[in-house]
């Protein structure tokens, strides 16, 4: 890492290396935090790739700077360098809930509370675009928060928040078949959280998900 992060981030552990990113546990100026820098995808051309990270990173700090001022429990952003690729986040406390899931020391009592999520994230305009359950973090007290906001919308239409609906609904199917009801449990959240203040009330995103999900069917 060059220039400045260099100076004022004391690393301590690399906890994730992904095809896209690559994020460290540290301190950033004395607060323990996490460095989240974007990998150069060898296979893309040079100047795609360098568009497509700053792209992501703009879209990332954009959207968590927004959260930032709101209650939504996300990272918050303490540095940015979109030209080197990298910023400083808050350190999000638990861990991904994809685990927790497998080894099954959460279930679906948990979707409720991921439905309530998704749909306040909703409703302060925004849609994720990535809904795993990677990038859904949960801590000892079944707290959750969201992570990973590169491919989200600022001002997301009805496709984009049914989108968010099926990614989960296809990550569970594909990776958490065992968890029965699961995305029904989830809906339940979803419907649950409702100011209407969204354009868009929860029927409306849950029937657009529902067409999405048939399209898919239908597409095999
Ligand atoms: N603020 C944070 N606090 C705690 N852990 C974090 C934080 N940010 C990221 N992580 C950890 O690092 C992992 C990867 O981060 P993130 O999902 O933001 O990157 P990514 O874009 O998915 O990377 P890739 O696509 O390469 O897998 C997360 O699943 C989580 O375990
Ligand atoms: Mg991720």
């Not at 996490?34 to 497509?52: I, Q, T, W």
């Not at 939504?72 to 979109?82: D, K």
């Not at 305009?125 to 989200?152: P, Q, R, V, W």
């Not at 999405?212 to 239908?218: D, H, L, S």
Request: hydrophobic share 35%; proline share 2%; with cysteine.
């Amino acid at each position: 890492m060059a220039g400045l992060c260099f100076q004022y981030w004391e690393e301590s552990e690399l906890i994730h290396v992904g095809a896209e990113a690559s994020v460290s546990s540290g301190l950033w100026l004395g607060i323990p935090a996490v460095l989240k820098s974007r990998r150069r995808r060898g296979y893309r051309h040079l100047e795609l790739d360098n568009r497509l990270t700053k792209s992501r990173i703009s879209v990332e700090a954009k959207v968590l700077s927004r959260l930032q001022i709101t209650e939504f429990s996300a990272p918050r952003l303490l540095q940015i360098n979109q030209e080197e690729g990298w910023m400083v986040l808050s350190i999000l406390e638990g861990n991904p809930i994809y685990q927790s899931l497998v080894d099954g020391t959460r279930g679906v009592d948990d979707m409720f509370e991921i439905g309530m999520k998704i749909r306040e994230l909703h409703e302060l305009g925004f849609s994720h675009g990535d809904l795993t359950t990677h990038n859904i973090m949960i801590d000892e007290n079944g707290k959750i928060s969201l992570l990973d906001f590169g491919l989200s919308r600022i001002s997301a239409e009805l496709e984009h928040m049914g989108q968010d609906l099926q990614v989960l609904n296809e990550c569970l199917s594909a990776s958490h078949s065992e968890l029965e009801n699961a995305m029904d449990v989830v809906l339940r959240g979803y419907s649950s959280f409702s100011s209407d203040e969204s354009p868009y009330s929860p029927d409306s995103v849950i029937s657009r998900f529902n067409q999405i999900r048939n399209r898919v069917r239908y597409l095999g």
